[in-house]
């Protein structure tokens, strides 16, 4: 049980494009989502917080309006990264959490390639 | 400021071989997961403590977390080439889900 899928597993898009990726709770609902971006060889460093129905809440020095989130039900989450730009490239990672306990279940990761 | 303290950051050992991993905060939290995470895949989670004292063991892994609640340790004994990977311990404060993470421990196990 736990699972969490991520969409796509990897992305190349041109500079100024608009990526989309998808983190879905496959057997468990999730009232909270969490966004991550992970560099080579670093640890991960939170984006963004996603509850279903209410805005996101992002961290210090994340772009809201360059990093769109959509919690729309309890087991999807979408991460848009808008006019991506060479510096965005990176390892994306979703995590969710159920309706009772604090564990956290992690998505495969998104690698985003732009050019 | 890093709330949370992870080291080794590197660890290249020999096959058979004991290690300890430490997570060391002045905060407290109310739980610490422990994740190990291979080259393109997400983290997976090896465990969870919650109690003060708690010590947990997963054959070959034993975790604990200290009576404060400030810290935890990952001892591996007996290391094989399979335990090679990336090392993270998180913790969580409060209600709000979120989860600090450490630096990461490198592990590599040679044969």
Avoid at chain 1, 83 to 103: K, N, V
Avoid at chain 2, 6 to 12: V, Y
Wanted: charged share 15%; with cysteine; aromatic share 10%.
């Amino acid at each position: 049980g736990a699972v969490v899928s991520q969409h796509p597993s990897w992305v190349i898009c041109k500079s100024g494009t608009s990526v989309k990726i998808e983190c879905r709770s496959l057997d468990f609902q999730a009232t909270t989502m969490f966004w991550y971006r992970q560099f080579p060889k670093q640890s991960l460093m939170l984006m963004a917080t996603s509850n279903e129905g209410s805005k996101a809440t992002y961290e210090q020095g994340v772009e809201k309006d360059k990093f769109l989130i959509n919690h729309a039900s309890l087991t999807l989450s979408t991460l848009t990264v808008t006019s991506a730009h060479p510096e965005d490239s990176s390892f994306y990672i979703c995590s969710a959490r159920g309706l009772a306990g604090e564990t956290q279940y992690f998505g495969p990761g998104t690698r985003l390639l732009v050019l | 400021t890093q709330l949370l303290e992870q080291s080794p950051q590197f660890l290249s050992i020999q096959e058979g071989e004991n290690l300890t991993v430490y997570c060391n905060s002045s905060s407290v939290f109310s739980s610490l997961q422990w994740y190990r995470q291979e080259p393109g895949e997400g983290p997976v989670l090896l465990v969870t403590v919650v109690t003060g004292g708690e010590v947990k063991k997963l054959k070959r892994l034993t975790f604990q977390f200290g009576d404060a609640r400030k810290d935890s340790s990952l001892h591996i004994t007996a290391a094989q080439p399979g335990d090679t990977g990336l090392y993270l311990c998180a913790g969580a404060r409060g209600n709000t889900g979120k989860l600090i993470f450490g630096q990461g421990t490198t592990l590599q196990v040679k044969p």
